[in-house]
């Protein structure tokens, strides 16, 4: 079976794109006639991927430019494409198996595009109307995983594993489930504690893509937290961007030099090495560094579970509200080849909550 944006996605592998759309009101139209308009699209954008191949670097100018062209083009018919096959699914489900078709494939394209609350609502819709395509247990259980529920994701993974349909992120998520399950409960259990304390400072993050919302672990990462509360009321993250974001992984911001080389002129030590640190799930809060007690100002925002930096980062917080925004960041890797793309920005970060006492760094060396 061919899923919707599997053109667009070989491609990205070539050049970086704007994948994030936004779905709201989007002008109701025929799923026929969204469908077929998408379609040509998807097969020019099929077409360029066989000819940059084949083309010498030096006239490769033109595809890039056709390329970018069509991929707004794309964009712009996504939120279009996903309301008229969601009328079409609820008036009737069996009507038309392209419907159902497109509908897996923009649950698999929301899981890309680390959009993994949106990518469970649409499922939701196709397992309830009675979609049997095996492939659909992958996405949720991929989906699930990513936002931490992980009995969620055992059952459709299971489910998928049997089926013979995993893929091989959803092999990984497999295999990590029994230490994610034992790691969450705990994470679980010291949220339960500070959801009834209900003390933690917290800081309102505006980006360029909307507003989220952190609370930030004092009780284990105090001098991260000291150093990061005082670096926003000083205004230090007002207007620096988030200059790398990975698909799949997280977004990085903080460096006042967009680069990912500065920092606010001194370092903090690192306090991931405690045996009470926190671990990385869903929108983490986590210091970025360069090696051992070099961090200073950038942070990371983590888009699902990565334990492989479970005591190498301290973490130090997590979003409580805007995740939605995680997925909507402008993704964009400095290390890759092509022209970036622009960043997304904080616009303010103000602290809306904190404990009755002063917050500063405690420099290292100093």
Known sequence: MRYCFCALVTLSAFFPVTTTVNAEDA???SFNDVDAEWTKINDQISDLIAKYRTTPAAERAAIISNYNDLVEQSKKLVPQLRAAAIAAYQADPGADDRVEERLVGLVANDVRQDDFEAALGLAKLLVDKGCKTPALDTFIGVAAY????????????KRAEAANVLTQEAEIALQDLPTAKAAW??????????VEANDLPRVRVETSKGSLTVELYENEAPQAVGNFVSLVESGFYDGLTFHRVLPGFMAQGGCPDGTGTGGPGYNIA??????????HFRGTLSMAH???????????????????????HTVFGRVIDGLEVLAKLQRRDPSGRGELPEPDKIVKAEVIRKRDHEYKPTKVGG
């Not at 690192?270 to 671990?279: A, F, G, I, L």
């Open 27 to 29: 002008p109701a139209r």
């Open 185 to 194: 409960a705990a994470e679980q259990a010291t949220r339960a504690k500070e």
């Open 270 to 279: 690192c306090e991931c090495y405690q045996e009470n640190h926190r671990d």
């Open 146 to 157: 990513c936002v931490d529920d992980f009995e969620t994701a055992e059952t459709h993974l």
């Open 290 to 312: 360069a090696g051992r007690d070099t961090g200073g100002s950038q942070f990371f925002l983590t888009f699902k579970r990565t334990s492989h930096l479970d005591g190498r």
